[in-house]
């Protein structure tokens, strides 16, 4: 992370005061430090819904980015089901939960999810980073300690550091360092509390965690296990009930975390667990306590999201993702990218500003797949990401290929080598010259 600069004149006596105290001087030092490092970032400005394609600049383009995986954030039962919600709870909720802040639509959206779930109850909060910023801190406090996977977001990581508990951080995937780890914290103390933190799909590398291996290793050492499913949940799984209930292991996990604003197209996030872990949180969780509840159109949204997914047409939609997801692994070369076991695909580039200007040539070719940099990953580990939603085609699948092919073909060849744009404008040409049509979004 980068800090303003402590000084604006570094030549100044190292005791003195710095010469401009004013805010705007401090931190326009710190952006000049992350220019310098190649690492300034800005906002898009996004003007359609989510979807296959965006208006993005002033142009229609394929969207790759979207954690919309089942396409229902703009989908029109789920937009209606939000619609009807604010006709009759209005805009907002004027209170926060404890007060009068929850309306009916928040608990039938609760004990949709406990169902969903299959545990016996839930709790819902106003978003994702909220959710993990209330329950970890409200489980564990200085003298516990919490083991969290290197890779795991960085919601839980900040949780984590602002319980007070003694932080310790295992490779990622490293089920030996986890084992490591849980020996040392019961050695340390016996009686004190220790959570396993790690999530089911992780969110820039698109794997999944050994979740055999921890929930055998927490309870061998009798400590707890919070798994974030804000990637699986929708995507894997029996009627995309998450990574848990794939593995037959979800009566052993003692905390489920979930978001409610990626497949389910809506917003906000949610723990499911046991009645008394969610009657401890809404007495301890700060982040539920102190804010204002959300909308009750979210509420609605998120419920008719679940009960859809389970409906034959919603599991004829995760088979959908199914086979794009197949379709991708096939059309990539295997150097690139291994057969996805999640909606996330990671095309590893390396340096940050190899992986920005491959960003750029992919968008100027008519597709949006962002390049994540450090701090989101390491340094020397910069990539595009790439997220298959259920409402693309074959042939979206089949034009994102076209460019992945020659983002590694580059890799080999000299710097002389076609751009991505130009790439994707002879296939394109090559198409229309055999008279097969153009991908859409990028004529």
């Given at each position: 992370?980068f ?14 005061p ?12 710190g ?15 996004v003007a359609s819904?989510?979807?296959p394609?965006i ?14 995986y ?5 989908d ?21 939960r404890?007060?009068s802040?929850t309306q ?6 609760e ?6 779930k ?12 909220a959710?993990?910023?209330?329950v ?18 960085a919601?839980?990581?900040?949780g984590?550091r602002?319980?007070?508990a003694?932080l ?9 360092r986890?084992?490591?780890?849980l020996?040392?914290?019961?050695e ?18 698109g794997?999944?965690a050994?979740l ?22 929708g995507?894997?799984?029996?009627g995309?009930?998450g990574l ?9 996990v ?10 389910l ?17 809404v ?9 204002t ?21 919603g599991?004829a ?6 086979r794009?997801r197949?379709?991708?692994?096939a ?6 990218a ?18 920005v ?12 797949i962002?390049a ?5 990953v ?7 990401r790439?997220?298959?939603?259920a409402?693309?085609?074959m ?42 049509p153009?991908?859409?979004g990028?004529?």
């Amino acid at each position: 992370m980068f800090s303003p600069s402590r000084d604006a004149d570094p030549s100044q006596d190292p005791e003195a005061p710095p010469s401009d105290l004013s805010l705007d001087a401090r931190l326009a030092a710190g952006l000049s430090e992350i220019d310098a490092a190649g690492l300034r970032r800005s906002l898009r400005t996004v003007a359609s819904a989510q979807g296959p394609r965006i208006e993005l600049g002033g142009r229609r383009v394929l969207n790759f980015s979207s954690n919309d995986y089942l396409g229902l954030a703009g989908d029109p039962a789920m937009v209606e089901a939000a619609c009807r919600a604010a006709r009759d709870f209005g805009t907002g909720t004027g209170a926060s939960r404890l007060l009068s802040g929850t309306q009916s639509l928040h608990a039938e959206l609760e004990e949709t999810l406990a169902g969903f779930k299959d545990t016996g109850a839930a709790l819902a909060f106003s978003c994702g980073y909220a959710t993990a910023l209330g329950v970890i801190p409200s489980l564990v406090a200085k003298g516990d300690v919490v083991i969290i996977d290197k890779l795991a977001h960085a919601c839980l990581v900040d949780g984590a550091r602002l319980s007070g508990a003694d932080l310790r951080v295992f490779p990622h995937n490293d089920t030996d360092r986890l084992d490591s780890h849980l020996r040392w914290a019961r050695e340390r103390s016996a009686g004190c509390r220790v959570l396993v933190v790690t999530e089911s799909v992780f969110s820039m590398d698109g794997d999944l965690a050994p979740l055999a291996e921890i929930v055998e290793l927490k309870d061998r050492h009798g400590a707890w296990l919070l798994l974030d499913e804000a990637h699986g949940t929708g995507v894997i799984g029996p009627g995309g009930r998450g990574l848990a209930h794939a593995t037959g292991l979800h009566q052993l996990v003692d905390v489920h975390m979930g978001t409610l604003g990626k497949a389910l197209g809506s917003a906000g996030g949610y723990i499911a667990g046991s009645r008394t872990l969610v009657d401890h949180l809404v007495n301890r969780a700060r982040s539920f306590i102190f804010s204002t509840a959300p909308p009750a159109a979210q509420a609605a949204a998120a419920t008719a999201a679940i009960r859809w997914i389970q409906t034959p047409d919603g599991l004829a939609r995760i088979a959908s993702l199914d086979r794009l997801r197949a379709a991708l692994a096939a059309a990539l070369p295997d150097k690139l990218a291994g057969p996805p076991p999640a909606a996330i695909v990671p095309v590893m580039v390396g340096g940050e500003a190899d992986a920005v200007a491959l960003a750029a040539a992919c968008l100027a070719s008519g597709a949006w797949i962002p390049a994540v940099r450090y701090p989101t990953v390491p340094k020397g580990k910069a990539r595009l990401r790439i997220t298959l939603t259920a409402t693309h085609s074959m042939e979206d699948v089949d034009s994102v290929a076209c460019l992945l092919r020659n983002v590694a073909a580059r890799k080999e060849e000299s710097r002389s080598a076609k751009s991505p744009a130009r790439f994707l404008r002879e296939k394109i040409s090559a198409r229309r010259g055999s008279g097969q049509p153009a991908p859409r979004g990028v004529s």
